[in-house]
């Protein structure tokens, strides 16, 4: 009788460490998500940057903002398509930062899933026996 | 020397079930087709932009130009299209610039060159997955044919001055004739290589200073036979050879991986198996090791090579043999180096 209530509390503990995978899981998968949107965004800038600094310093540069053309000197935009690009990377890197932990985690969760896979394993083999 | 070694026979079946390896070679043809949309993409991106392209050169050969004008989404009215050297040309990120046809020309085909490097990193990324799938899928055909891995522990002791150097031997196409008489030919193999070495050890005193290092293993027989002074260069020459077949093995077997996963760089080990397997067990987990089996096998289904790892250079070295190293325990203070072979025969 001891057994088998020990046998229901660990299945109770499997289910929710499998539950707090699966949401890791999740995480994981937006983090990737994410990161491909941000790396886009990461070579348009840059391409436009490299466009900018191909231009003369009299030409004309336009931003658009909502509907509406806006007219921006050209060392401006430069120096705003620079900075986006910065916060861009260091978004990056941040991001990889939080991947690498939260593999680290999932990690973590698949090796105590399988113990308790384990333990609940033997224990059934435990009470069929006797 | 017969009776002492021993090797063990698996089935590739028992290793590796053939649904999983079908399963993987599915999942990874999934991967191809992903890629293979992308592509098509990129090439519309591609085609567009030379279209444009076109149309951007030929734009200002007219002063102006009768167009239909969109008229909302429904209706067209009748204009003309005049500046027709005027451009306001999208960077991206919301900025644009004017610019002159000619100079648009330019942008436009700074962009096709990017979208073509783009293509062509694809492209080779779906090359890669290609030949995953091929190795996944002859993997499972051969485990459901019933194919046998024969692995055995090649272990010396007879003419021990010839190896005391550290020689590497490895002959896939002689090996690869006895590997289909099997087994009970295995010492007219040995005695062959034996005879192999003695002759070139001969011809390596007679020579004197140049140490015989044949890079091409696949299709000669490689031997590096030196003397006592020289153990250090040998040794140097060992670890390249290691490290060169590693990448190779690496570049066939791992790069697939290595796209989805983070890159892995080769590392210059001599133990082939524990390099490989390391890197194998985060991508397929509990079949690595079979992975990894089977990969060696399918490879050199019908070429056995040996492989001689000098004993200094290999501490790592993961000994299957039950025999213990009776030469390094022998002679303790020289580099004493030992047979390793692998065969698969079906």
């Not at chain 1, 490299?50 to 310093?57: G, I, M, S």
């Not at chain 2, 004017?98 to 436009?108: C, N, S, W």
């Not at chain 2, 250090?232 to 790069?255: H, P, T, V, W, Y």
């Not at chain 2, 000098?310 to 000994?319: F, M, R, V």
């Amino acid at each position: 009788m001891a057994s088998s209530a020990a046998l229901r509390e660990l299945q109770r503990d499997l289910e929710s460490q499998a539950n707090a995978l699966s949401k890791l899981q999740k995480d994981i998968a937006k983090n990737h998500r994410v990161r491909k949107q941000y790396t886009i965004q990461l070579g348009e800038n840059e391409l436009v940057l490299k466009e900018l600094e191909l231009l003369n310093e009299n030409a004309n540069v336009y931003k658009l903002i909502g509907p509406v053309l806006v007219k921006q000197d050209l060392a401006e935009a430069k120096a705003n398509v620079r900075k986006r690009i910065e916060y861009i990377s260091a978004e990056l890197k941040r991001l990889d930062g939080t991947l690498q932990d939260l593999e680290d985690r999932q990690n973590n969760k698949k090796d105590s899933i399988v113990k308790l896979q384990q333990k609940i394993q033997t224990l059934q083999a435990g009470k069929a026996k006797p | 020397m017969g009776d002492t070694a021993k090797g063990t026979i698996t089935s590739l079946d028992s290793l590796f079930s053939p649904e999983e390896a079908w399963k993987a070679a599915r999942r990874v043809e999934d991967a191809i087709a992903d890629r293979r949309k992308e592509l098509d993409r990129l090439r519309g991106f591609l085609s567009d932009n030379s279209a444009l392209i076109h149309l951007v050169r030929k734009l200002p050969d007219e002063l102006s130009h009768d167009i239909m004008v969109p008229f909302g989404s429904a209706a067209f009215s009748p204009g003309r299209l005049i500046h027709t050297n005027e451009f306001l040309v999208l960077l991206g990120e919301g900025y644009y610039a004017d610019r002159t046809a000619k100079q648009t020309i330019e942008i436009l085909q700074r962009r096709g060159k990017a979208l073509e490097a783009q293509v062509d990193s694809l492209k080779a990324t779906m090359l890669d997955l290609q030949l995953e799938s091929k190795f996944f899928n002859s993997t499972a055909a051969e485990a459901a044919e019933g194919l046998v891995e024969i692995r055995e522990e090649y272990v010396e002791d007879t003419p021990k001055d010839v190896f005391e150097s550290g020689i590497s031997v490895s002959n896939p196409p002689d090996a690869s004739k006895e590997d289909n008489l099997g087994k009970p030919d295995e010492d007219e193999v040995h005695a062959r290589i034996m005879a192999k070495l003695d002759e070139l050890e001969k011809e390596e005193i007679e020579d004197g200073s140049a140490s015989g290092s044949d890079e091409d293993a696949e299709d000669s027989f490689q031997s590096n036979v030196d003397d006592d002074k020289n153990e250090a260069s040998e040794i140097a020459n060992l670890s390249m050879q290691f490290s060169g077949k590693a990448a190779s093995f690496q570049s066939d077997r791992e790069q697939p991986h290595s796209i989805e996963k983070s890159p892995l760089p080769p590392e210059p080990k001599e133990n082939l198996h524990q390099a490989s397997v390391l890197k194998l067990e985060d991508s397929s987990e509990n079949s690595a090791r079979q992975t990894f089996k089977i990969g060696s096998s399918s490879r050199r289904a019908f070429t056995g090579s040996i492989v001689e790892h000098s004993h200094g250079l290999a501490p790592i070295q993961s000994t299957k043999s039950t025999i213990p190293d009776q030469a390094s325990g022998s002679n303790p203070s020289k580099p004493v180096s030992r047979f390793k072979m692998q065969k698969g025969i079906r």
